[in-house]
């Protein structure tokens, strides 16, 4: 008998082995270090004959297990990490189990509950669904959203000027425009990947004191372009301090110019789950195309984004992806003709566990909760000795950094600072900056963290600190 046969006859004794392992490492998160230094294994040679499931669950237990980070865990405030929920923990391991490759209908009912799992979202974030509202589809994340989102614009750029952008090339685009005050690096790097060029966007000015784009700046600019095709990338939740723009104002302006709003929400599309902030989101609901993450605030799994339009056509002939084998008569959405990828994996599974699980009221207390323990941070730091905050605390992210002497200096000495706070295990953070100040990022999104979880991290802060004082170099 082969080693993969013998191993699916005892697949529940494995399974069981999987279940502890992963169980002890949960158990274990409140005392492993919460991010790890070791950034290696012992090299390992690929052997002729395996040595099993069983052998090599004992080989991760021992040899990588004890070196993970514990980003699932409370304290890991780096980028913008969500953790899992047992429901999304359970949606992960049924989709792995499962393996449906759903972007073709006819075969399984994967394609109806992808379908059936983007209007929940929709509903969540308070979007009109379908025909004459949003569709769209899962991402591996906001990266890949993004490069449908642009997609989507590039070819409705093509429109304009008469050209099939996705047929013939971007050689014959121009007479096009795009606007922007503080777009993400992703979307970035998805008008590289689509050849509209990363640095190919006129930079709008900003409100004094915020990363927010200043309207009256965008309408200049609008006004001053003799563009036929105009874009507006705006941001809900700008990924520094959680700023977000006026987005209501800014589609105003976009009606007014026959301009395309293309809204990055990647975590501040999730402020709309609360009546609290979802007025911060107000007008995103009038965007062409939105882009966001479950794997960040909806804590599920890595990897998960979503991408959603007003523009089915557009994704649908951008990303159209024909072969006779492809062919189907089900009604059920062709999801290979609006993603990147080919093969997919059941991302919308775990999400739906989730969606079901806790309803709209768990995602509303989850978003809530971590916005109100990031207020709770930045009061600390607000009157704590050596610290000051760089930005207000508007959503679930808190900028700050030391004290640490006149500018120069100081922003040079953030990242000893910040590697001297991780170096205590009790918090993971990242770098920030706002108005040329470089700073520490915190960024509360894990459904684990409670108030004990704060006054932790405040005791990190003053740990770090101390300690680089004691070294002389502060």
């Given at each position: ?115 059936e799992t983007v209007g929940m979202l929709a509903d ?48 014959g685009l121009s007479g096009f425009e795009v606007f ?295």
């Amino acid at each position: 008998m082969s080693v993969m046969h013998r191993d699916y006859a005892e697949l529940p004794a494995i399974l069981e082995e999987a279940r502890r392992i992963a169980v002890s490492f949960h158990e274990d998160i409140a005392a492993r270090p919460v991010a790890s230094p070791v950034t290696a294994i012992a090299a390992q040679t690929l052997p002729d004959r395996g040595i099993g499931s069983m052998a090599a669950l004992q080989r991760f237990e021992n040899d990588v297990a004890p070196h993970l980070n514990a980003s699932v865990g409370p304290r890991y405030l780096g980028y913008v990490t969500g953790g899992s929920t047992a429901a999304a923990i359970a949606g992960d391991w049924l989709t792995g189990a499962v393996d449906q490759n759903p972007p073709s209908p006819g075969d399984s009912v994967a394609p109806a509950l992808i379908h059936e799992t983007v209007g929940m979202l929709a509903d969540l974030f308070g979007l009109p669904f379908g025909e004459g509202g949003f569709d769209g589809t899962f991402t591996s994340g906001a990266l890949a959203a993004n490069v449908l989102g642009a997609s989507c614009y590039r070819e409705w750029i093509g429109r304009k000027a008469n050209l099939d952008v996705t047929h013939d090339g971007v050689m014959g685009l121009s007479g096009f425009e795009v606007f922007a005050a503080s777009p993400h690096a992703t979307m970035l790097k998805a008008q590289g990947l689509i050849g509209m060029g990363r640095q190919t966007y006129t930079s709008v000015g900003r409100l004094d004191g915020r990363e927010a784009m200043d309207v009256d700046a965008l309408a200049a600019a609008l006004s001053a372009s003799d563009a036929k095709a105009k874009v507006v990338i705006a941001s809900a939740g700008i990924v520094s301090t959680g700023d977000f723009e006026d987005l209501n104002a800014i589609a105003d302006l976009c009606e007014a110019h026959g301009a395309w709003l293309h809204v990055d929400g990647a975590f501040g599309l999730f402020a709309r789950s609360s009546p609290r902030f979802a007025g911060l989101a107000a007008g995103i609901e009038r965007a062409d195309s939105i882009t966001t993450d479950c794997h960040k605030w909806l804590n599920v799994p890595y990897d998960c984004g979503l991408f959603l339009t007003r523009h089915l056509d557009l994704l649908e002939d951008t990303m159209r992806l024909t072969a006779p084998y492809l062919e189907t008569d089900d009604p059920a959405p062709s999801y290979i003709n609006r993603s990147i990828e080919s093969s997919q994996r059941f991302r919308a599974l775990p999400v739906w566990m989730t969606l079901l699980a806790y309803g709209r009221n768990g995602v509303r207390e989850m978003v809530e909760r971590t916005c109100d323990l990031a207020a709770a941070l930045g009061d600390r730091i607000d009157v704590m000795e050596g610290y000051e905050l760089l930005a207000p605390v508007r959503l679930n992210i808190v900028l700050f950094r030391g004290v640490l002497g006149d500018d120069a200096v100081s922003n040079a000495r953030q990242k000893v600072l910040m590697e001297a706070i991780n170096a205590t295990g009790k918090v993971f953070l990242t770098p920030g900056l706002f108005d040329g100040k470089h700073g520490i990022r915190a960024a509360f999104s894990n459904w684990m963290t409670t108030a004990p979880d704060v006054e932790i991290v405040a005791d990190a802060l003053k740990d770090g600190r101390a300690a680089l004082m004691q070294k002389g170099a502060a």
